[in-house]
């Protein structure tokens, strides 16, 4: 980059990191054959019923401004579906519509911490956590998950030890991208009490909430735990559950008091989320169920076929993912995961993100998506095995 410019920049842009997952996806795109299993989508569509919900809205000529909390109808269909998945009341007043669960991230850290506080993160984590945390002046202090060679966990005492005077929020992704870690209700209603203790905030990202594979049809939630003056924000996205990644639109909840500030923060950045899309995700709360239960049980495929592919390779370990829609694992004498994410789309026409990627703690592992269809999983893992044998 030119310096002339480049130093006059904020020292937050500057800063700001590449994408690691960004960088093997620009690499890869367009590879004749490559089976791409490096982003955080599946390979269906957006379904039709919820596409035609946008077209019939685009016939009505819904495409004037709009409320910056996003449309009534879809704030009171989110609090609907919230009150089916937790068997509870939920205020609409609750429920703010964002240009996707990224907005909705950066949202929640500005009204909580920015120039010289601190956010503590649990890692190896989504890279975007910390770029967001950082670009907005806030610090992002890691607290590396352990890995013993079957599972991840997450050390509390650590956690809360890395708690400082400056620290004004603990960020909480789980079900967890990458790794599939899994709080138990037990961890999250410590992590609570602490908070609490602490008067710090809480961001939850329960993006992965639905994609569970034990017997439950859920991942226990701070849903399962909060009152009404608890200070947890919950982000999310349409984009995992109804296959509406490219559509970027998710939502933000928190309690209602905080509605004007929100409101705000919304009108400065984009001032707001477009009707027709608005109409579409409606359509997807409202008439998607059997769509979601089909993506996880696609996904829980897509696990098992991953998972008995590499634990008969001698070279690699992983957890099986309790979460999420990723399988997490490191290979032996390939510690350059940086280099090895480009190494396997020339050697074995496969694109899986680097753990480079996810900060500290990942560093020795590869990140790829199972929420794809059967025949290109077992086609990449022969691929693999074919790789790891050569």
């Known amino acids: 980059m030119n310096e002339h410019f480049f ?8 800063e700001a990191p590449d994408s690691g997952i960004v960088e093997v996806f620009n690499y890869g795109r367009g590879r004749e054959g490559l089976i791409p299993l490096w982003a955080g989508e599946g390979d269906l569509p957006t379904p039709a019923f919820i596409c035609e919900a946008v077209a019939r809205s685009l016939q009505a000529g819904e495409t004037f401004y709009t409320y910056q909390r996003g449309l009534p109808e879809l704030r009171a269909a989110l609090a609907r579906y919230h009150e089916r998945l937790f068997g509870r009341a939920f205020s609409p007043e609750r429920f703010f519509i964002t240009g996707g669960g990224m907005q909705a991230i950066q949202i929640a850290i500005a009204a909580t911490a920015g120039a010289g506080d601190e956010l503590i993160l649990p890692t190896p984590a989504w890279p975007n956590f910390a770029a967001a945390a950082g670009i ?9 998950l352990g890995f013993d060679g079957t599972r991840w966990n997450l050390d509390l005492d650590r956690l809360f030890a890395a708690a400082g005077e400056r ?14 870690w899994m709080a138990t209700e037990e961890e999250l209603r410590e992590i609570l009490r602490f908070a609490r203790e602490r008067g710090l905030w809480i961001i939850a990202d329960e993006v992965y909430l639905r994609f569970v594979y034990g017997e439950t ?7 399962d735990l909060i009152e009404e003056d608890d200070r947890v924000i919950f982000v999310n996205t349409f984009s995992k559950n109804w296959a509406m990644t490219g559509w970027r639109i998710g939502w933000l909840s928190a309690p209602a008091a905080l509605g ?7 009108q400065y950045s984009t001032s707001g989320v477009a009707a027709f899309m608005q109409r579409g995700a409606i359509a997807a709360v409202e008439g998607g169920e059997d769509f979601v239960r089909a993506q996880v049980a696609r996904a829980a495929a897509g696990r098992k076929i991953v998972c008995e592919s590499l634990a008969g390779s001698n070279r690699v370990r992983f957890a099986w993912p309790d979460g999420a829609f990723y399988l997490f694992f490191t290979i032996d004498g390939a510690p350059d995961t940086g280099k090895l994410g480009l190494t396997l789309v020339d050697e074995a026409n496969i694109g899986i993100a680097p753990g480079t990627a996810f900060g500290p703690g990942g560093v020795a592992f590869m990140r790829l998506c199972f929420a794809r269809k059967a025949e290109d999983l077992s086609e990449a893992m022969r691929r693999l095995g074919a790789w790891l044998e050569s």
């Open 217 to 223: 049809p859920r991942a226990p939630s701070f849903y």
């Open 7 to 14: 130093s006059a920049l904020r020292r937050e842009a500057r």
């Open 136 to 144: 907005g002046g806030a610090q992002s202090v890691s607290v590396p």
């Open 167 to 180: 620290t004004r929020v603990i960020f909480i992704n789980s079900p967890a991208n990458p790794t599939g």
């Open 260 to 266: 004007g500030v929100i409101e705000n923060l919304i």
